[in-house]
């Protein structure tokens, strides 16, 4: 009866603009997972056959996936303190002009500025319940033990539970040391024959004076040995440690089983907040090396142990989301799912076997700013506000996250300081299909390393490399034989003009491009350089917290957890990982 329909479309006027604003006055929560040196290649939705991830695909499925979403670098200290701040690393002191550009002991001095503003204060000051659960690398403390001025509480964590520093080979037993691998290069002999030749002019009977230089010599050379030794034997219980809050509650942690910890954690969370707006973001200890798979996924994978410990990361994923789905939290979460940088290549473990992911048709990995260390996943789901299946390839960066929470939040960017980063939302729902980022600046730590132009009206993807790192995976020389690439001499290439690539056709970075290849090679350089000027110049100068001063062991700065009669170690933590009677097998 057509007057019947008068009512209900009167009903449905007034109820729907009073549901729809209910639903817009409540701030939506966030789900940012980062995994520690995946690689955009160990993915199913990013085109893995023989890796099973379904999990993760499930989200690209139902979400918006990036294909070139990029990291602004290509380490974890510097790569993260540019996903909490929007900004360039350089802009906060957090990339080195050293050779060391991430944090590697945690009693050091060094850490995210308290003035840096990080998404999560902002958002704990607009109300937000905000976690922290896993990797921080962002430092502890700066004067004194317990001052924790760089911990994730100053900058808008109000729970954390995992751990301050990285994890690393040295923090599982049997796993070897990175630290041999960066001491490998140290010339041993021509030391040793100095020490020998100290010893025949001291034994030889030489003037008084030259046999005290010879014995305090041989007596520094020792006892710098000896530190390194004790440096390595006590490593793991130092730097290794789990805190819930401000407390150390294991150390060294047990690596086995805490990934299922930690979701264990961050399950309790989403139940403890499902009525009020959150912010939980899940900082994978892996697939960073020592790598460590729980029981039930250990030899479930194609790729050995590396592959197991993504299928856990993997299943991980899942229960975060199985937890959304049941509090029915699903339509009023965005989840983001990403890497901080590309798989490092040169993690074979000490019995040979490969503990690196892979970077696709990218090249290099981590700590390289060519394609494969700084082109990451980038996943983004909500349903009912994104596209499902939408596959965006323009470039974006993980820098973008912080304008586009802030503004979800309802709060104001920061107006006193530069953003990089860009608000995402009208490219993932499509209101727009370009990115805002026409300039991208990759660096290497603190050298501006490589330039990307993404020019207004044009389809072409230019970058100019300024210096490449000396890398040679094939003879084990170059960086593969550092266990990581240096940004300055004489460990790269310098090249002038830079090398130009248009990855748009050659995304591999194969063949750079000449001016006989590129008619307009001389116009298109000129651009990308005066780009990279401008922008330099533009970039304040600010302390920076990765000097030596600031990596230096400094004692009074050491957490330490004892229990009687054990120096710096506990076991004070009782979380259980998340007990499911089954994990499925993805093993065709
Ligand atoms: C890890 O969990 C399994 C059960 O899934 C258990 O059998 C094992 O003892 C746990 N390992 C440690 C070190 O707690
Ligand atoms: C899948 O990922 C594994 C582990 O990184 C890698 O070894 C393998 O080559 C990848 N396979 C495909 C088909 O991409
Ligand atoms: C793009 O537009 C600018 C002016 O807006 C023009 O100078 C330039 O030549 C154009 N480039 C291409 C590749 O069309
Ligand atoms: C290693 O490979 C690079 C590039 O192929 C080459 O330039 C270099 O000389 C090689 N080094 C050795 C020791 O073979």
């Known amino acids: 009866v057509p007057g019947m329909e008068i009512p209900r479309i009167l009903i449905s006027l007034v109820l729907l603009p009073a549901s729809s604003l209910s639903l817009g006055a409540s701030k939506p929560s966030f789900v940012l997972m980062m995994v520690d040196d995946l690689g955009i290649g160990d993915l199913g939705c990013y085109g893995n056959t023989t890796l099973k991830t379904p999990n993760i695909d499930r989200l690209a499925q139902d979400g918006v996936k990036l294909t070139q979403h990029l990291a602004a670098s290509p380490l974890c200290t510097p790569s993260r303190a540019a996903f909490l701040t929007g900004r360039y690393p350089i802009r906060s002191g957090m990339a080195s002009y050293g050779h060391v550009g991430v944090f590697i002991i945690s009693a050091a001095s060094g850490g995210l500025p308290r003035e840096e503003i990080t998404f999560a204060r902002i958002l704990k000051d607009q109300g937000y319940k905000t976690a922290l659960i896993g990797k921080w690398h962002q430092g502890l403390s700066c004067e004194h033990r317990g001052d924790h001025c760089h911990h994730p509480r100053v900058h808008g964590f109000d729970h954390f539970y995992g751990i301050p520093m990285t994890n690393l080979r040295d923090c599982q037993p049997g796993h070897g040391s990175i630290f041999y691998a960066a001491f490998a290069h140290v010339p041993y002999g021509k030391l040793l024959a100095t020490l020998g030749g100290l010893v025949a002019l001291h034994t030889a009977g030489a003037r008084v004076a030259a046999r005290r230089l010879a014995t305090g010599l041989a007596a520094l050379l020792l006892a710098m040995a000896g530190l390194l030794c004790v440096f390595i034997l006590t490593f793991a219980d130092l730097n290794c440690f789990l805190m819930r809050g401000e407390e150390v509650v294991e150390q060294p942690y047990v690596a086995e089983n805490l990934t299922q910890r930690m979701t264990g954690e961050a399950v309790e969370f989403l139940e403890r907040n499902s009525d009020v707006p959150f912010l939980l973001f899940f900082s994978f200890l892996q697939v960073h090396t ?37 509090l029915e939290l ?9 890497s901080d940088q590309g798989p490092h290549l040169e993690e074979i473990s000490v019995h040979g076997e490969v503990h ?143 090398l130009l690539f248009d990855l748009s056709k050659d995304p591999s970075e194969s063949k750079p491009l000449s001016p006989a290849t590129e008619p307009n090679f001389h116009s298109i350089v000129g651009v990308m350089v005066d780009a990279a000027k401008a922008h330099e110049q533009g970039v304040e100068p600010v302390p920076e917290q990765l000097t030596l001063q600031h990596h230096l062991w400094k004692p009074w700065l050491q957490p330490c957890c004892s229990t009687l009669g054990q120096l710096c170690r506990c076991k004070r933590d009782h979380r259980q990982g998340v007990v499911e009677a089954e994990v499925e097998v993805h093993v065709e």
């Open 330 to 338: 699903k339509e009023k979460t965005l989840v983001y799912l990403t």
């Open 356 to 498: 690196h992911g892979y970077s696709g048709i990218y090249r290099a990995g981590k700590s390289t700013n060519w394609e494969g260390g700084i082109r990451v996943p980038g996943i983004f789901h909500w349903p009912g506000k994104l596209p499902a299946g939408k596959v965006i390839d323009e470039p974006t960066s993980n820098m973008d996250l912080f304008p586009s929470v802030v503004n979800l939040a309802g709060a104001s960017i920061p107006s006193d300081r530069k953003i990089d980063g860009h608000d995402l939302m009208p490219l993932l729902q499509g209101r727009v299909v370009r990115s805002d980022h026409e300039f991208m600046f990759h660096y290497c730590n603190a050298n501006l390393n490589a330039v990307r132009w993404h020019p207004a009206n044009s389809t072409s993807l230019w970058k100019a490399l300024f210096f490449t790192p000396n890398f040679y995976p094939e003879n084990t020389t170059g960086c593969f034989h550092m266990h990581i690439c240096h940004c300055i001499d004489p460990f790269i290439t310098h090249h002038d003009p830079p």
């Open 290 to 326: 020592g790598l460590f798979a729980s029981p039930r996924f250990r030899g479930k994978s194609r790729h050995g142990l590396y592959g197991d410990v993504v299928t856990e990361v993997d299943w991980c994923v899942g229960q975060i989301m199985k937890t959304l789905e049941r």
